[in-house]
C-alpha cells in the first residue's frame, strides 16, 4: 500500500512540475510577472475571447509547445496567455498593456504571439503557425540565445 502512495505522490509531483502557459492575470502582473522590472523574456499568447483561449490552452498541442520553448526551469523565459475581450468587453489585462497591444499591431479578432521584453520595452511580432511547434520555438529560441536586442518598443505602461 505504500509504494501506491509513493506512485500516486510522484505522479502528482511530476505534474505540478510541467511547465506550462499560465494566464496573465492582473494579480500576476502586479506581483512582478511580465511587469515594468522583470529582465525576463515573457512569450505571449493573446487570443481574441476566453472560448477560445479554453479550447487551444487545454489541447496537448499547447502543452507540448510550452515544454518545447521552456526545457529548464532556470531558462528566461514566461510562458503565457491573455484573452483580449471577456464577456463582451476589453479585459483588465488588454486594458493594462494597451500601449504594447496597440504598438504590435494585435488584431482583437485574432489569435496572435508576441516575444517580450517588459523591462526594456522591446517585443517582437510572431508572424507563423503557432500550431507549428517547431517553428515558434526556433523563434524564440533565435531571439534569446543570439542575445540580441528584441527590434520593436513601445511606450511605458
Not at 101 to 125: D, H, Q
Not at 127 to 144: E, S
Request: proline residues 3%; neutral net charge.
Amino acid at each position: 500500500l505504500r509504494s501506491y502512495f509513493v506512485t500516486v505522490i510522484n505522479a502528482f509531483q511530476s505534474l505540478q512540475k510541467m511547465v506550462k502557459f499560465e494566464e496573465l492575470t492582473l494579480d500576476l502582473y502586479e506581483g512582478g510577472a511580465c511587469g515594468n522590472e522583470d529582465s525576463n523574456f515573457c512569450f505571449l499568447v493573446l487570443f481574441p475571447n476566453s472560448q477560445e483561449a479554453n479550447a487551444v490552452v487545454k489541447t496537448q498541442q499547447f502543452s507540448e509547445l510550452a515544454g518545447t520553448l521552456k526545457s529548464e526551469k532556470s531558462e528566461p523565459l514566461r510562458l503565457h496567455y491573455l484573452t483580449l475581450e471577456m464577456a463582451g468587453a476589453k479585459s483588465l489585462m488588454a486594458a493594462k498593456l494597451d500601449k504594447l497591444l496597440a504598438a504590435s499591431g494585435a488584431i482583437p479578432t485574432e489569435t496572435f504571439a508576441i516575444l517580450w521584453r517588459p523591462k526594456r520595452r522591446r517585443f517582437e511580432n510572431y508572424v507563423g503557425d503557432l500550431t507549428n511547434t517547431m517553428q515558434v520555438a526556433n523563434f524564440v529560441r533565435m531571439a534569446i540565445d543570439s542575445g540580441r536586442s528584441l527590434p520593436e518598443r513601445h511606450d511605458e505602461l
